[in-house]
């Protein structure tokens, strides 16, 4: 009883919205804005016919990879400056420059250079990710406590295993919230990227509807990426509970 | 303010301290010119040697770039209307995030009722909206606003919102046993209190405004600094077009580093406070 | 003069005058119905112009309901709470309060000086007249020229006398204590309870103060009022008539705080 009071408090807004927008738009002359029911039957139709889920395979296997490898290189790149002060010193004002470039203007550039295929949207991805990723690992690396340090070093640690065991989890908060930095923007990237010029994927959906004037088909395509972008992001702080639940257990937060 | 011993390290203590690194470390500077020096080498290697697509221009090209652009009138217009667009999108996204965001924030019925939306809102890729703007609106500035808004408001709304969450229970109290009046308890008590999240929502957005009046001009005809490197790509100007991004970018950097400074210096209260 | 070495047993009804704050068949609690929590019990009190009562009790006993009741942040289940005749229904101009938790009480983005003209810009007194008032109370509590500090610039004992300074700059008849001294140390708690005493005894200002140390309770009233048992009920009243004076090595020597002290710490064993 309780939960479903709960429930009702938290789910009347979006329920109410959700209904408004269905009956205003029932009716509607102008044709840039179909009805909902008109949206969500073509929507039915794609993802049954399995054109949908191709295009959203393809889309967010670019993302996996191009986020993959940004994670990959932000990481090690982030350990490795972070442990050498010199080193940071010398980067710094470089990589919050790169990080500062407005990601969505890369695309022109890779995409030009490089054709249409998806490699060159996965190293547009990669290359928009790896700033936020590699920025907060550095700040990571530089927050792990300073007594664990000097322990290690007395026990005489190995390089290695004083990396992968002492460094990266204690710099792995950072690590994360690095990805959920990198996370949006690596969608972001990604529809525009397949909306500047694609044969494949979600954004060539929609590109592809908007140019052929299929209007229901361009607005649920918007809305299919969208919901699933609303749903990574969810499972990635669901992910991030998992992950760092000793932190979060600490009380460090 | 003579008392400086219960202070955390602040801007105050840090100019001195930077100004005294700017002079024992001139080597530093070498150093990054020298880091500077062998990122561009490493570029020319890489274009010279094939690595890099052929059409990445070298190293010479681009500087030549960034003074054609720099000495064009274009660049500067289109800079200009980057800009502004940014701006007016991000200046609505604040007003408007904050005004909701410390409204629904004290509220708890009204805070448990909007979480799914802010959360849908927050974490929904806007972008995908454009192609269905853009047959709404058509590629107009007033578009290209619109668009800004929509992404930019999330951050600010949800910081608002966390920051009018923590008002503490003990000002809480105090503000109604003096019967402070709703509009004084807005700007004086909500307000400040809330305000340490809320620039970090301003800040945050100021990025993503940036980030998607680029990417709008980038895709539409919108014109704009990502148009010019639209066109300078189509036209195989491949100088140019790097120079623009260069461009963008020092202006993201610019607009980061001018907000960050300011932050610090309306948050001084907080940093003692907590600190 | 040879006092009366001996103390009395106190009424809940004023001694003589007029009555300034009157508490009636006041009970506290939470919830509703059947899932109600009943924290504090048909309380009757009556509280007379300038007097000092203290409430004392264990921990957790319910003494900071019952003022936030007093305090009108909190309706009571039952009865009333009246000021000056007036039966309040919320927070009240007469009625001003300093919380255990000075140092969040105050706000940080404001200065010393604005934190205390804060309520009067409330109640639309202009820029000059609330910033003398400021100026007038922080003076009051031996903080003159402070004004321009932020809360976080000073110590403990100086964020709660500015807390005090807000409440007499507010100009209330009724200025209601929450444990107000327990979070500083020794030396300062003597301070602030000696300026509290002066306090009273230069403004008149009528206070009702909460506190579990039995001690302070006995050294700054006229009446203590013992409260415990769950719900919380009246279980002693006394008188300790000190007057107005105290001073913290001869009154705490007095037979009559002995006497008190005995009797109010054995009355709160057997609670």
């Not at chain 3, 003022?67 to 009333?80: A, F, I, W």
């Not at chain 3, 039966?87 to 010393?112: K, N």
């Not at chain 3, 007038?136 to 004004?147: H, I, K």
Request: glycine share 8%; net charge positive.
């Amino acid at each position: 009883m309780k939960t479903l009071i709960r429930a009702g408090w938290t789910l009347w807004l979006p329920v109410l919205l959700v209904t408004i927008w269905w009956f205003a738009s029932a009716n509607s002359t102008n044709i840039y804005v179909p009805s909902l029911s008109r949206i969500v039957e073509v929507l039915w139709r794609d993802i049954s016919s399995g054109l949908l889920i191709d295009a959203a395979r393809v889309s967010l296997t670019n993302l996996a990879v191009g986020l993959l490898i940004a994670a990959a290189v932000g990481i090690l790149l982030g350990l490795l400056i972070g442990e050498t002060r010199r080193l940071r010193l010398i980067l710094d004002p470089y990589i919050h420059f790169f990080r500062s470039v407005p990601q969505s203007a890369l695309v022109p550039l890779i995409i030009g250079a490089m054709g249409i295929g998806a490699a060159p949207k996965i190293y547009t991805v990669a290359f928009a990710c790896v700033w936020p990723i590699l920025l907060n690992t550095i700040d990571g690396v530089r927050g792990v406590e300073p007594t664990i340090r000097s322990v290690s070093r007395v026990f005489g640690v190995p390089k290695l295993l004083y990396f992968r065991r002492v460094v990266l989890p204690g710099a792995m908060p950072q690590v994360v919230a690095g990805l959920r930095v990198a996370l949006p923007i690596g969608i972001v990237v990604m529809v525009v990227s397949e909306l500047f010029a694609s044969n494949q994927g979600l954004g060539f959906y929609i590109l592809n509807s908007s140019a052929t004037f299929q209007i229901p088909e361009t607005w649920g395509g918007a809305l299919m990426v969208g919901v699933i972008g609303y749903i990574i992001v969810i499972m990635f702080s669901l992910f991030e509970r998992r992950v760092l639940s000793w932190y979060f257990r600490s009380g460090a937060l | 303010m003579t008392t400086t011993h219960t202070r955390a390290p602040s801007a105050e203590t840090k100019a001195p301290r930077r100004s005294a690194l700017l002079q024992r470390d001139w080597s530093l500077l070498a150093q990054r010119l020298g880091a500077l020096g062998i990122i561009l080498a490493l570029w020319q290697a890489a274009v010279l040697t094939g690595l890099l697509p052929s059409i990445t221009p070298t190293v010479p090209e681009v500087t030549l770039g960034l003074w054609t652009a720099v000495t064009s009138t274009s660049f500067w217009t289109a800079l200009g209307q980057t800009l502004s667009a940014a701006t007016a999108g991000w200046i609505i996204s604040c007003v408007l995030g904050v005004f909701l965001g410390l409204l629904i924030g004290p509220l708890r019925w009204l805070d448990r009722s909007t979480s799914v939306t802010v959360e849908f809102g927050r974490a929904f890729p806007t972008i995908a909206l454009m192609p269905v703007i853009l047959l709404l609106l058509g590629a107009t500035t007033s578009m290209q606003i619109t668009m800004v808004v929509l992404s930019a408001l999330w951050p600010v709304l949800v910081q608002s919102i966390l920051g009018a969450r923590r008002l503490d229970p003990g000002i809480a109290d105090t503000v109604r046993i003096y019967r402070i009046p709703r509009l004084l308890w807005f700007r004086r008590v909500l307000l400040p209190s809330a305000l340490p999240f809320v620039t970090t929502g301003v800040r945050i957005a100021a990025s993503i405004s940036i980030l998607a009046a680029v990417g709008i001009e980038v895709l539409t005809q919108v014109p704009g600094i990502g148009r010019m490197i639209t066109l300078a790509q189509e036209a195989q100007r491949w100088d140019l077009a790097f120079a623009y991004l260069f461009f963008a970018g020092l202006f993201g950097w610019t607009v980061t580093a001018l907000l960050a400074r300011a932050e610090s210096s309306l948050l001084a209260w907080n940093r003692q406070a907590s600190g | 003069m040879t006092a009366p070495q001996s103390i009395h047993t106190g009424s809940l009804d004023v001694l003589g005058g007029e009555v300034l704050l009157d508490v009636s068949h006041v009970s506290m609690g939470y919830g509703d119905g059947e899932h109600e929590k009943r924290i504090l019990e048909d309380l009757n009190l009556k509280v007379g112009h300038s007097e000092f009562v203290s409430i004392v009790g264990p921990s957790g006993v319910g003494k900071t309901t019952l003022l936030r009741g007093l305090s009108g942040l909190l309706p009571p289940k039952r009865g009333t709470v009246s000021v000056a005749g007036q039966t309040i229904t919320g927070p009240h101009p007469d009625i001003a309060a300093v919380f255990q938790d000075y140092s969040r009480s105050l706000m940080p983005w404001m200065t010393t000086r604005e934190n205390v003209a804060f309520p009067l810009q409330g109640q639309g007194v202009g820029r000059r007249e609330r910033n003398r008032r400021a100026e007038e109370s922080l003076e009051e509590v031996g903080l003159s020229g402070q004004g321009d500090k932020y809360p976080w610039e000073m110590s403990g004992g100086m964020q709660q006398r500015v807390a005090i300074a807000r409440a007499l700059a507010y100009h209330a008849k009724v200025l209601l204590m929450d444990e107000p001294f327990a979070s500083v140390d020794a030396q300062t708690r003597f301070d602030l309870e000696d300026l509290v005493v002066n306090l009273r005894e230069a403004l008149g200002v009528t206070i009702v103060l909460v506190t579990h140390d039995v001690d302070e309770a006995i050294y700054l009233a006229d009446r203590v009022i013992v409260i415990a048992e769950k719900p919380a009920t009246v279980v002693d009243v006394i008188e300790t008539g000190f007057g107005t004076v105290r001073d913290q090595v001869d009154t705490k020597a007095d037979p009559r705080f002995q006497d008190a002290r005995g009797r109010i710490l054995t009355r709160l064993r057997k609670a």
